[in-house]
């Protein structure tokens, strides 16, 4: 019985693979650890019937907790590659890539197209390739030049901003012109940075409030903090 009971929790761990944040929000998650915590005090009470009958039970809402977990991981992933390829047709779209660049924008409008109906059909697995099939379409495109500012001075630091419908990310932040001026960049950024991730193999939980440093790339010097409120004026 004990070891019925050992094997339900090794199960329940397993949805390790999934966030924290995904183990609270999931339901069977919870029912499994209800019903664990009430096989292990039948167990203890001698009740080994009803200690088997509640083991199982918890074992299969265990199952459906990983299956339900792993979607939801699989669907943060496809929701952020989504966000890239939006991010990389917006950008085709200002450098004109339709008549730069037609076979490759034609190509990249047709998976991004299949991205989204994929997404919406919750296929995310298909839909995180078509996303990436975008991305690769689009990658030639020449990127936006870093402008030269007073003093040739650009910011060493940039502190992650909470901006309503356009989330903060190392694409996004390596495409500002006072970072890189290109999103195929954002590695550098993430490789620079990723010892202050909550997770580092994954580049996508930042926060905002984060400091990143800002690596020079062609030898530009750089000095202090990125300040929005200083470049508006």
């Given at each position: 019985?004990?070891?019925?009971?050992?094997?339900?929790l090794f199960?329940l761990?397993?949805?390790?693979?999934?966030?924290?944040?995904?183990?609270l929000?999931?339901?069977a998650?919870?029912?499994a650890?209800?019903?664990?915590?009430?096989?292990?005090?039948?167990?203890?009470?001698?009740?080994?019937?009803?200690?088997?009958q509640?083991?199982?039970?918890s074992?299969?809402?265990?199952?459906q907790a990983?299956?339900?977990?792993?979607?939801m991981a699989l669907g943060y992933?496809?929701t952020n590659?989504?966000d890239?390829?939006?991010?990389r047709?917006?950008?085709?779209?200002?450098?004109?890539a339709a008549?730069?660049f037609?076979?490759?924008?034609?190509s990249?409008?047709?998976d991004f197209?299949d991205?989204?109906q994929?997404?919406?059909?919750?296929k995310?697995?298909?839909s995180?390739?078509?996303?990436?099939?975008?991305?690769?379409?689009l990658?030639?495109?020449?990127?936006?030049?870093v402008?030269v500012v007073?003093?040739?001075?650009?910011p060493?630091?940039?502190?992650?901003?909470l901006?309503?419908?356009?989330?903060d990310?190392?694409?996004r932040?390596?495409?500002?012109?006072?970072?890189?001026?290109d999103?195929?960049?954002?590695?550098?950024?993430y490789?620079?940075?990723?010892?202050?991730?909550?997770?580092p193999?994954?580049?996508?939980?930042?926060?905002?409030g984060?400091?990143?440093?800002?690596?020079?790339?062609?030898?530009?010097?750089?000095?202090?903090?990125?300040n929005?409120d200083?470049?508006?004026k």
């Amino acid at each position: 019985m004990k070891r019925i009971l050992v094997t339900i929790l090794f199960a329940l761990l397993a949805t390790g693979m999934a966030s924290a944040q995904n183990l609270l929000d999931n339901d069977a998650y919870k029912k499994a650890v209800q019903l664990r915590d009430q096989a292990q005090q039948a167990l203890s009470s001698g009740n080994f019937d009803q200690a088997q009958q509640l083991s199982s039970q918890s074992e299969v809402y265990a199952k459906q907790a990983v299956e339900l977990a792993q979607q939801m991981a699989l669907g943060y992933r496809a929701t952020n590659w989504l966000d890239r390829a939006k991010e990389r047709i917006a950008y085709a779209e200002s450098v004109k890539a339709a008549d730069r660049f037609p076979q490759d924008w034609n190509s990249a409008q047709k998976d991004f197209a299949d991205a989204q109906q994929s997404y919406t059909a919750k296929k995310f697995e298909n839909s995180i390739s078509a996303s990436q099939a975008v991305v690769a379409a689009l990658a030639r495109l020449t990127p936006v030049p870093v402008p030269v500012v007073a003093a040739n001075v650009l910011p060493e630091y940039y502190k992650v901003r909470l901006i309503p419908n356009r989330r903060d990310c190392f694409w996004r932040i390596a495409e500002y012109p006072f970072v890189y001026g290109d999103p195929l960049k954002w590695k550098i950024l993430y490789e620079a940075n990723r010892k202050l991730l909550q997770d580092p193999n994954n580049p996508n939980l930042i926060q905002p409030g984060m400091v990143f440093t800002i690596p020079p790339v062609n030898g530009e010097k750089r000095s202090g903090t990125y300040n929005p409120d200083a470049a508006k004026k």
